[in-house]
């Protein structure tokens, strides 16, 4: 269980009598609204976070990565967050907090269990080596993301870290009220919002106007802003501006077998392997779509199962290594069902308008599909609290590039993430563009470990040429050439962006490069 030393009324109530004004009012208490208003508060910035539901309310996008660490590190460093350092590794997470529940994550682990036919159920399982060799083409891709354990990245029980970062916030001196609905909000500087808390008893709940010099949405995939709000700033969805297309099913499980033993079971646990396939953020691809499996130390997994839309819906358990791993699976008690998404994507402006602001998370929602969308959230907190800290001349500089840049960044990760879609049928082609994706997120790590301006543009956007490489990798996969002239045409043309020995056919599928030293 996690360990919150205050209860939920203190959260809620414990500044309630002081001024009405805040200098920031955040809407949405996930991990990125907190952390906002524990790096603001930290820093004396008189802050309100409203959270519609209760503080660590269950939550997906639970996957780190390098970079995301990497910006909670430096985000620690420069505000002085010794707790937040902590939770940037797993060691140090266990040391520091060991009630905060989480997983263990060395990397990316890819395995592709072929193709079942019309309402055919595989009876073989997972087959590394399709054509019975042992050979360097393999149907499982490892992408290292730590040297060893000790910089091992995380899991995140999201509603352990959600109710954290709230937690901090608190004792730093935020005003965090939960079950707490804006019913209304006046524009003009300041913002002025109408908040009302939602008790059982409807004669109990009253209204309070506050004030505050900046709103931010930090609401989330299923954030409301207030109607009047939402048209005074011009609110709409362009979901139809995103490429990748799918939906999914997702819950929390108990008793989910073991990958790794299951390919020790059957002899394919290879001696070459960077890292325990389980500690990792674990792909199970098929033709039809893919299942996600992360793994938390307390015998949670969560589990999804995600299929591009526009494709017949096909059950996972037509595949046979899928049954083994489900087979004892019982839901846990904060999913006592599957949650169903008939789309994943969405996406909506504006991104700033005058005094409102709005986080990464909740511009846009892109997939699951590598572990996209905490990095994102992390960054947006880094941009935005140097931002809100700086004084009038730079804060107005960088706020009039951040739109722009979480914009342009968020349609290039859909643009790569897209493209892997596309390329579902086999294990070779969705290696190759997924290569595409990994030489950027290195490269923006790389430039971030280095002292890169965390308000520059990432993902190789500063490179058009990179870009037109991601428009001739889609016209290669327009002309449905085969995966070895993919390979072929594609790993020239990838060098000049990469260091890390990407798409290299004699390592296997094996990748063990990671980037800069994390320190």
Not at 223 to 229: A, D, K, M, S
């Amino acid at each position: 269980m996690r360990a919150l030393p205050l209860n939920r009324r203190t959260m809620r109530h414990m500044m309630s009598d002081s001024s009405t004004h805040y200098d920031v009012a955040i809407l949405g208490g996930g991990f990125s609204g907190g952390l906002l208003a524990w790096v603001l508060a930290a820093r004396g910035m008189r802050v309100l976070l409203v959270e519609r539901d209760r503080f660590g309310r269950f939550a997906i996008g639970e996957s780190s990565t390098p970079m995301a660490d990497l910006v909670m590190r430096q985000l620690a460093e420069k505000y002085a967050l010794p707790k937040l350092h902590a939770l940037s590794t797993y060691p140090s997470w266990k040391q520091t907090f060991p009630n905060l529940r989480c997983g263990k994550k060395r990397g990316f682990s890819y395995y592709h269990h072929g193709e079942v036919r019309s309402e055919e159920i595989a009876i073989d399982g997972f087959q590394d080596h399709m054509d019975g060799t042992s050979g360097a083409k393999r149907n499982s891709l490892l992408v290292t993301a730590s040297p060893n354990d000790t910089w091992a990245d995380t899991h995140w029980l999201r509603s352990d870290v959600d109710a954290f970062f709230v937690e901090q916030a608190t004792l730093a001196g935020a005003d965090c009220r939960e079950c707490t609905q804006v019913v209304s909000a006046e524009m003009g500087e300041p913002v002025r919002l109408t908040l009302r808390e939602c008790t059982e008893k409807e004669d109990e709940r009253t209204n309070q106007a506050v004030s505050a010099r900046w709103l931010i949405n930090a609401s989330g995939r299923f954030g409301v802003l207030p109607e009047n709000l939402a048209a005074f700033i011009g609110l709409r969805r362009v979901d139809q501006r995103l490429q990748t297309n799918t939906r999914s099913v997702f819950a929390h499980f108990r008793n989910v077998r073991s990958w790794t033993d299951e390919l020790r079971r059957t002899n394919q646990l290879g001696e070459d392997e960077p890292f325990d396939p389980d500690d990792a953020a674990q792909h199970h691809l098929t033709a039809d779509g893919w299942m996600w499996m992360l793994r938390l130390d307390h015998g949670v997994t969560s589990v999804g199962w995600t299929q591009p839309n526009g494709r017949d819906s096909v059950d996972w358990q037509r595949y046979a290594s899928l049954q083994r791993l489900m087979r004892d699976a019982s839901f846990d008690e904060a999913t006592p069902d599957w949650i169903s998404v008939d789309r994943v994507q969405r996406m909506q402006t504006p991104i700033r308008l005058r005094n409102y602001i709005a986080m990464p998370t909740a511009v846009a929602t892109i997939d699951p599909l590598h572990s996209t969308g905490i990095a994102h959230g992390l960054i947006g907190v880094a941009r935005l609290a140097d931002a809100l800290l700086s004084e009038p001349a730079r804060q107005t500089e960088l706020l009039v590039s951040y739109a722009e840049t979480v914009e342009s960044e968020l349609l290039r990760i859909d643009s790569l993430v897209a493209m892997c879609y596309r390329c579902l049928r086999s294990m070779s082609r969705f290696e190759a563009v997924s290569m595409l994706y990994f030489a950027a997120a290195i490269n923006s790590e790389e430039f971030l470990a280095s002292g890169g301006d965390v308000h520059s543009p990432l993902w190789f956007l500063g490179n058009p040429e990179f870009g037109r490489l991601i428009d001739a990798t889609s016209r290669q996969l327009d002309r449905d050439v085969s995966d070895i002239e993919l390979w072929d045409w594609l790993r020239p043309r990838l060098q000049p962006f990469q260091t890390a020995g990407l798409l290299d056919p004699a390592v296997g599928g094996r990748y063990r490069y990671t980037g800069e030293a994390k320190v």
